[in-house]
């Protein structure tokens, strides 16, 4: 059974610093891309960051500054480094595999629909 487990959230000030963490229960990890979303009440879903096997990664825009991804590809295990939070950063972060043998695609990874496989959510709050 495929499994998505977010952890790492939590109350943070502004300025601060959180790391979350994906643990990956997938058949063959190399298989798939990860990637990390959020959403903010009333808010759709927005890409964050995405990883494949051989560790190249991409961000959105506006996060390649302060964020940055990382995957552990023998506990099976992905990263999001955040750092200088702002109260904007308030949001359910969502850890998602996509199913994908050749890595990581950039020009889609910030599309939610290619991700096969979703986490729970860990909530972020960034206190100002």
């Known amino acids: 059974q495929v499994q998505l487990e977010e952890s790492g959230g939590g109350l943070v000030q502004a300025g601060g610093s959180l790391r979350l963490s994906c643990k990956a229960s997938?058949?063959?990890?190399?298989?798939?891309?990860m990637g990390w979303f959020r959403q903010a009440p009333g808010q759709e879903r927005e890409f964050v960051a995405a990883?494949?096997?051989?560790?190249?990664?991409t961000y959105a825009d506006s996060k390649k500054d302060r964020f940055s991804i990382s995957r552990d590809n023998v506990n099976y295990m992905v990263y999001l480094q955040m750092d200088g939070l702002k109260p904007e950063d308030t949001a359910v972060y969502y850890c998602?595999?996509?199913?994908?043998?050749?890595?990581?695609?950039?020009?889609?990874?910030?599309?939610?629909?290619?991700?096969?496989?979703w986490g729970q959510g860990t909530q972020v709050t960034v206190s100002s």
């Open positions: 990883i494949g096997w051989s560790g190249t990664s």
């Open positions: 998602a595999a996509e199913f994908k043998i050749g890595g990581l695609d950039p020009r889609v990874a910030a599309n939610p629909r290619i991700y096969t496989y």
């Open positions: 997938l058949r063959t990890f190399r298989n798939y891309n």
